[in-house]
């Protein structure tokens, strides 16, 4: 019912920035929350940072004063500054949304994920 695209990964050196962006399609009436996730090899996926209908953004503490997540009144798309990027950034980067499709329905999708590589 969404399909979620994750791009703006790539390869960056320690430092440096990247912007993820997360595009939803399907027949979705709203996007509620929107989430971004990581996963390091041999890693759980965490949550870096989220933003949600009655709240403001927030951000795990490792990417606090580096990140942000930032979208429109739609939640479409949502995008992620990285700025000041470590090699411990390095990570598939999921976004994941929650909402409310055309039938009333609630969702709960993910995207395929981008590789964020920071190294030297």
């Known amino acids: 019912q969404v399909h979620l695209v994750e791009s703006g990964g790539g390869l960056v050196q320690p430092g440096g920035s990247l912007r993820l962006s997360c595009e939803a399609s399907?027949?979705?009436?709203?996007?509620?929350?929107l989430n971004w996730f990581c996963q390091a090899p041999g890693k759980e996926r965490e949550l870096v940072a989220r933003?949600?209908?009655?709240?403001?953004?927030e951000y795990a503490d490792s990417v606090k004063g580096r990140f942000t997540i930032s979208g429109g009144h739609t939640r479409n798309p949502v995008y992620l500054a990285m700025n000041s990027l470590k090699p411990e950034d390095t990570a598939v980067y999921y976004c994941?949304?929650?909402?409310?499709?055309?039938?009333?329905?609630?969702?709960?999708?993910w995207g395929q994920g981008t590789q964020v590589t920071v190294s030297s």
């Open positions: 994941n949304a929650l909402g409310v499709l055309s039938d009333f329905t609630v969702f709960d999708s």
């Open positions: 399907g027949s979705i009436f709203s996007i509620d929350a």
């Open positions: 933003i949600a209908s009655d709240d403001g953004p």
